[in-house]
């Protein structure tokens, strides 16, 4: 993960940013806002006025942690947008939910069903993408993404398998502490058990 610089600023603003970071689990330093920047910060967050200089790789905090917080973590990779956001959703009791952007895990939790309906939409109006797609465990959840999903050009919608307790997780997408739901997210946006198995309906 992207180590990001926080300037300081807005106090308030600034404690936001902290704790979606926190939340993320994404390395970050506070920085002055005379500067100077620190050489591991791949990309800053900006809660007041940056001075220093020489550093461009800056976003404004715009009153939306989540979203500053993943625009600077795209950033940090030297893009505003992400090529492609793959979202993974376990429907069930609870729903998992798991983005990867650009081949890398940012998150996976999950939300009790009556809290979930809109997350699709939040998820596509939080990440900066050029193509989001999301796929979704088939069966008993086949019915989630009919309705709720965001539409749109570069928005996609696939149904693959759902992932089973048996299998482990790659060592890249693996995180601790993650539940059962969490975890079949992430499988299931990395494609599923079987790329055979996967019931299509892609449309970019």
């Known amino acids: 993960m992207k180590h990001i610089g926080i300037v300081a600023g807005n106090i308030k603003d600034a404690y936001s940013v902290i704790r979606e970071l ?19 910060v791949r990309a800053a967050i900006s809660c007041g006025e940056w001075r220093g200089g020489g550093f461009e790789r800056i976003v ?38 798991a983005t990867i952007a650009d081949g890398e895990l940012i998150e996976a939790y999950t939300l ?23 796929r979704v ?12 999903m965001p539409g749109g050009r570069g928005v996609a919608v696939e149904y693959v398998e759902e992932w ?16 059962k739901d969490a975890k079949s997210a992430v499988w299931i946006a990395l494609g599923g058990p079987t790329s055979g198995g996967a019931r299509r309906a892609r449309h970019w």
């Open 112 to 134: 009790p069903t009556a809290e979930a309906g809109g997350e699709a939409g939040r998820i596509a109006g939080a990440y900066p993408w050029e193509r989001i797609l999301f």
């Open 22 to 40: 926190k939340r993320l689990g994404v390395p970050f330093t506070m920085v002055e806002p005379e500067g100077p920047m620190p050489a591991q």
């Open 60 to 97: 404004k905090y715009g009153g939306d942690a989540r979203r500053a917080a993943l625009e600077a973590l795209s950033l940090a990779s030297g893009r505003r947008a992400f090529r492609e956001v793959v979202v993974g959703i376990d429907p069930g009791e609870c729903v998992g939910f």
């Open 137 to 148: 465990g088939a069966g008993r959840g086949l019915s989630f993404g009919a309705g709720g």
């Open 164 to 179: 089973s307790a048996g299998r482990r997780l790659p060592k890249a997408f693996w995180r601790k502490g993650l539940r």
